[in-house]
């Protein structure tokens, strides 16, 4: 099975505000990732924010952003990216973080992805969410910049066919301090579905066609309840839910049995691999998307 080709953007999630989702935790958990579960039995003490110390946030100009999106590649180099992080909404349970990475340049910032995160702060005794508290709220309204909120289309109707199904076997290695599996670990799981079904997709086309190159440009990940490890896989499915002249939507869930896990939207491009441009791919492989588009 090959790899995805590196994209124009990274995978981000954006977390929906629902329990079994330890949103809170996530600003700390990645720390804990490699301690094994018999042995880091219990979560870390929540941190307080005279932990942090004094806090002189350097505001920053506002300046509009869109989710998810990455304006420009970015390729391998040994010059670090720097990575500005703010709060964008803050609600009774929850707030939203957004993220910018960048490179400052001669000509002015550089960006190559921005993204947004529902967090939500959890009761891991009761696995429930709470409300914020009042200090927690002015904390974080330091380091307030409201800006609208991206709307997303609606989700279409699930497909569990032979074609789009995925079994996931949940390695000890994807799971972290909690039992569970890490958040980061869903966007893998995702894109070995999505690699799995397009390589089936492309099964018996005509001899000498192209196999088109594609990147990711957005991707959406809901997190409903805990994925949990075991021996036996769950069970994802994929289908193509969109196919545009030059880019196509890919859906998936993660389940087990009848309930839903995760979800996920990924919009996929074509692009020419010699100027790096968005391209219509090979009608052959436009034609096998559209014959199986939801």
């Keep these: 099975?090959?790899?995805?080709?590196?994209?124009?953007?990274?995978?981000?999630?954006?977390?929906?505000?629902?329990?079994?989702?330890?949103?809170?935790?996530?600003?700390?958990?990645?720390?804990?990732?490699?301690?094994?579960?018999?042995?880091?039995?219990?979560?870390?003490?929540?941190?307080?924010?005279?932990?942090?110390?004094?806090?002189?946030?350097?505001?920053?100009?506002?300046?509009?952003?869109?989710?998810?999106?990455?304006?420009?590649?970015?390729?391998?180099?040994?010059?670090?990216?720097?990575?500005?992080?703010?709060?964008?909404?803050?609600?009774?349970?929850?707030?939203?973080?957004?993220?910018?990475?960048?490179?400052?340049?001669?000509?002015?910032?550089?960006?190559?992805?921005?993204?947004?995160?529902?967090?939500?702060?959890?009761?891991?005794?009761?696995?429930?969410?709470?409300?914020?508290?009042?200090?927690?709220?002015?904390a974080l309204e330091t380091f307030l910049e409201p800006q609208e909120r991206q709307s997303r289309p609606p989700r279409t109707e699930s497909r569990h066919d032979k074609l789009g199904h995925y079994p996931v076997h949940v390695r000890f290695s994807d799971v972290d301090v909690y039992r569970h599996v890490n958040n980061v670990k869903y966007f893998e799981y995702f894109m070995e579905a999505r690699i799995l079904m397009t390589a089936r997709l492309w099964k018996g086309m005509p001899e000498g066609t192209p196999e088109p190159s594609m990147v990711v440009a957005q991707t959406d990940v809901d997190y409903k309840l805990p994925i949990l490890f075991r021996p036996e896989p769950y069970d994802a499915w994929s289908w193509i839910s969109r196919v545009g002249d030059r880019s196509m939507t890919i859906e998936s869930e993660i389940c087990d049995g009848d309930t839903v896990l995760s979800r996920a939207r990924v919009a996929m491009v074509f692009v020419d691999p010699k100027t790096a441009r968005a391209a219509p791919p090979p009608e052959a492989y436009r034609e096998r998307l559209l014959g199986v588009v939801g």
């Design 1 to 138: 099975m090959k790899n995805e080709p590196a994209g124009h953007s990274q995978d981000v999630a954006t977390a929906s505000e629902r329990p079994g989702f330890n949103g809170w935790s996530q600003l700390e958990q990645s720390f804990f990732e490699s301690a094994p579960p018999d042995v880091a039995v219990a979560p870390p003490p929540a941190p307080t924010f005279d932990d942090l110390g004094p806090v002189r946030p350097e505001r920053r100009k506002t300046r509009r952003s869109t989710p998810n999106r990455a304006p420009a590649p970015l390729t391998f180099r040994f010059r670090p990216v720097s990575i500005e992080v703010w709060v964008t909404e803050v609600r009774a349970a929850s707030f939203t973080m957004a993220y910018e990475v960048f490179h400052e340049t001669d000509e002015g910032r550089r960006v190559y992805l921005q993204a947004t995160t529902v967090l939500t702060p959890y009761v891991f005794a009761s696995e429930r969410p709470r409300r914020l508290n009042a200090d927690e709220k002015s």
